[in-house]
């Protein structure tokens, strides 16, 4: 199915242990977006990524590593997990232009023990 | 650099009433606004935009937005609310360098009665 995903869905891991989550999108979209939700904090970016092999820090960056080798994939990683680090996270993409609005994933919960 | 505020945190309509979610921004120039709908367990939904021109936009499942620059605002109304839209909802504006980003207000959380 076209669209955006995210996996893995759920995912509980230990403080200290590095975690990967994946976002792949199949519209070939030149931007791409991590999110996390907290409560009380709506949503707040991480990082984002203008085309392959661009990336760039937004409000909420210390402890996460994104790179984007291919348009289709935006991997974010913890690089040591820690318990701060517990959320839900979403992946997003858009088309390049001042109009085009942001299609989000599902989320992925993460629980960081 | 541009916020956004929701007020409400929860909001409780019954089931056939009208609704009006309120957002208030702030912005240096022309604000790019969104609103988003996040059901229980899913990803956001885009509701509706607006970039210039009619200040009365109208977006999906019945949902309409009004911008008022004077009030820096951008409420989100429909006149008759469903139990299907009980969901968190999310304000948004772009950002003052390139659009290409977004500030999200913290989100209310629409219940609806029966």
């Known amino acids: 199915d076209a669209g955006i995903t995210q996996s893995p869905r759920y995912k509980i891991t230990e403080t200290g242990r590095q975690v990967t989550l994946m976002c792949h999108q199949t519209?070939?979209?030149?931007?791409m977006f991590w999110y996390r939700q907290d409560l009380g904090h709506g949503l707040r970016l991480i990082y984002y990524?203008?085309?392959?092999?661009?990336?760039d820090k937004g409000e909420v960056p210390d402890g996460y590593v994104v790179s984007r080798s291919k348009t289709e994939n935006f991997p974010l990683t913890l690089e040591s997990a820690t318990r701060s680090q517990t959320s839900v996270y979403f992946c997003?993409?858009?088309?390049?232009?001042?109009?085009?609005?942001?299609?989000f994933g599902p989320g992925t919960r993460l629980t960081v023990l | 650099a541009q916020s956004v505020t929701q007020p409400d945190i929860h909001i409780t309509v019954s089931e056939g009433a009208s609704l009006e979610l309120r957002c208030n921004y702030s912005?240096?120039?022309?604000?790019?606004l969104f609103w988003y709908v996040q059901s229980p367990g899913q990803g956001l939904q885009l509701l509706l935009k607006?970039?210039?021109?009619?200040?009365l936009v109208q977006g999906i499942k019945g949902f309409e937005a009004e911008f008022k620059r004077s009030q820096s605002s951008f409420n989100l109304r429909k006149p008759s609310v469903h139990w299907s839209d009980a969901a968190e909802y999310f304000c948004?504006?772009?950002?003052?360098?390139?659009?290409?980003?977004?500030?999200f207000g913290k989100g209310t959380m629409l219940l609806v009665s029966p």
């Open positions: 990524s203008a085309a392959a092999d661009i990336t």
């Open positions: 948004a504006v772009a950002s003052n360098s390139g659009y290409s980003t977004l500030t």
């Open positions: 607006y970039f210039s021109g009619d200040t």
């Open positions: 912005y240096g120039a022309t604000p790019y």
């Open positions: 519209w070939s979209h030149s931007y």
């Open positions: 997003a993409s858009k088309l390049a232009g001042d109009y085009n609005e942001q299609f």
